[in-house]
């Protein structure tokens, strides 16, 4: 059973930085190709960015490009998603998914591509 544990979310500042981490157990992550979403109150969950099963330069949103990046650590099982200047519109629960199917240098933005979701870790970014 794979099992997606995001942590590292919380409290801060516009213009401060956060990074949030998604273990993973149950299956090497050089398996998945490795999203990250997030949903704020009211809204959809939405795309933030995504990184391949080769670990390549990873696709962002648009809304977050130049302020985040994803990263991954096969060793450790782990992916990151590094947050910088956040701002308030960036408040949400973050959450982290796999893809089973994405071939090696494949991303999706689509949440119906993904097999796998944690259970999500808020971040809240005060004005």
């Known amino acids: 059973q794979v099992q997606l544990v995001e942590s590292g979310g919380g409290l801060v500042q516009t213009g401060d930085s956060l990074r949030v981490s998604c273990a993973v157990s149950?299956?090497?992550?050089?398996?998945?190709?490795m999203g990250w979403f997030r949903q704020a109150p009211g809204n959809e969950r939405e795309f933030v960015g995504a990184i391949s099963r080769s670990g390549g330069r990873p696709w962002l949103a648009d809304s977050v490009k130049g302020r985040f990046t994803i990263s991954r650590d096969n060793a450790k099982n782990t992916v990151y998603l590094q947050m910088n200047n956040l701002k308030p519109e960036d408040t949400a629960v973050y959450y982290c998914?796999?893809?089973?199917?994405?071939?090696?240098?494949?991303?999706?933005?689509?949440?119906?591509?993904?097999?796998?979701w944690g259970q999500g870790t808020q971040v809240t970014v005060s004005s």
């Open positions: 998914a796999a893809d089973a199917d994405a071939t090696y240098y494949s991303t999706s933005t689509m949440t119906s591509h993904y097999d796998y």
């Open positions: 149950g299956r090497t992550v050089s398996w998945y190709c």
